[in-house]
């Protein structure tokens, strides 16, 4: 619960003074001595803390996971492997995707809201796209994929278009010559989050190429992110569409 949703069940009597001093002051953080474990940044985003997996031990993926879980009852963690699934699979609601790489649990189903379109420009830049779904997804958002769209075959796109018209993001994600999104944000009226991926051949530079032609799009209402960013993607076009909800029904 975030410090807005806190302070409204305060104004409708269901919190006490007490509960809010105790969560506003109480241990902003645990020291797991290889981490340091954010537990404010719920009340802070109105999101917990995402764990990134690479890198990390299975051990200290298992140990990050307990900790959150019990504080949150929801987590998510991205680029794991089959190893730090193997570490949590005890954990109850614990899932893993092998494609996206995404890995979460979710003890209790969450009203999905809104409408975030992720769509792809060709089935090699799928993971990337599916790690962009499944966090906007996890999140909360309701999630429609539209995958292997690429303007080299752009009556693919077009013969989904109608389906663009109410979305309140767009997360497009490209590798080669990276031109999905410009067309993308040409076409629809919602915020179009570019994701440049690292498929390509040598003159793609591991993504570079997709990336340039992204932040030189002159299609007005596109913003970009890091190479094969599918989190930062998803996570972002969340935040949109949730602001969205609010306003909506405000």
Do not use: W
């Not at 379109?117 to 966090?135: C, F, K, L, Q, Y």
């Not at 995958?147 to 590798?175: E, K, N, T, Y």
């Not at 076409?187 to 992204?214: D, E, K, N, R």
């Not at 913003?223 to 909506?248: P, S, W």
């Amino acid at each position: 619960m975030n410090v807005d949703a806190l302070l409204e069940e305060f104004r409708q009597g269901r919190v006490t003074a007490e509960e809010i001093k105790r969560q506003l002051t109480g241990h902003s953080y645990a020291d797991a001595g290889f981490a340091r474990l954010d537990h404010h940044r719920l009340l802070r985003k109105g999101q917990p803390e995402v764990v990134f997996c690479q890198g990390k031990t299975p051990e200290h993926v298992a140990h990050i996971f307990r900790e959150l879980a019990q504080a949150n009852g929801r987590v998510l963690g991205t680029r794991a492997d089959a190893a730090h699934f193997e570490a949590v699979r005890d954990l109850p609601g614990a899932g893993y995707d092998p494609l996206s790489r995404v890995l979460c649990i979710t003890r209790e189903p969450v009203e999905l809201v809104g409408k975030v379109i992720v769509v792809s420009a060709g089935t090699a830049d799928m993971p990337v796209a599916e790690e962009a779904a499944r966090v906007a997804e996890h999140l909360g958002s309701r999630v429609v994929r539209h995958f292997d769209c690429g303007v080299a075959g752009i009556h693919r796109f077009l013969s989904v278009l109608d389906d663009f018209l109410d979305a309140r993001a767009v997360v497009a994600v490209a590798g080669m010559d990276g031109a999905l999104p410009s067309v993308v944000g040409g076409a629809v009226a919602a915020p179009v989050i570019a994701v440049p991926t690292s498929i390509g051949y040598g003159a793609s530079f591991g993504g570079l190429a997709a990336l340039l032609t992204m932040l030189n799009s002159c299609a007005p209402g596109v913003t970009v992110v890091n190479i094969d960013n599918g989190f930062g993607a998803g996570y972002m076009a969340h935040v949109i569409n949730a602001q969205c909800e609010t306003a909506a029904k405000g």
